[in-house]
Nanobody, 126 residues
Framework: QVQLVESGGGLVQAGGSLRLSCAAS????????MGWFRQAPGKEREFVAG?????????SYADSVKGRFTISRDNAKNTVYLQMNSLKPEDTAVYSC????WGVGRHRDGKEYNYWGQGTQVTVSS
């Protein structure tokens, strides 16, 4: 069992930055590929970014965030991060992290992920 807890959300002006964190319980964090997803009101959940298990050598991004967001992981701290720069109002959503055993961080529909966090709200004002 893996428990995921997100933090770092908040209110920021357009053009600003936030760094989200997702802390995982347990001693097998490095075995999990990690993903960040978001869901805005009235919209379906969408993939944001993913990172492969172990050293995180493979990353993947949605086209809408490529060049602005960066996913990374620190296995010593059991944490995955999402650095978000140049934020836009359309980035407003609840952001959730998810874990997939032996995942490579490229699955975008969420079905392959085994565990999910509760989410953290990100609001970008114009």
């Amino acid at each position: 069992q893996v428990q995921l807890v997100e933090s770092g959300g908040g209110l920021v002006q357009a053009g600003g930055s936030l760094r989200l964190s997702c802390a995982a319980s347990g001693r097998t964090f490095s075995r999990y590929g990690m993903g960040w997803f978001r869901q805005a009101p009235g919209k379906e959940r969408e993939f944001v970014a993913g990172i492969s298990w172990s050293g995180g050598l493979s990353t993947s991004y949605a086209d809408s965030v490529k060049g602005r967001f960066t996913i990374s992981r620190d296995n010593a701290k059991n944490t995955v991060y999402l650095q978000m720069n140049s934020l836009k109002p359309e980035d407003t959503a609840v952001y959730s992290c998810a874990a997939e055993l032996w995942g490579v961080g490229r699955h975008r529909d969420g079905k392959e992920y085994n565990y999910w966090g509760q989410g953290t709200q990100v609001t970008v004002s114009s």
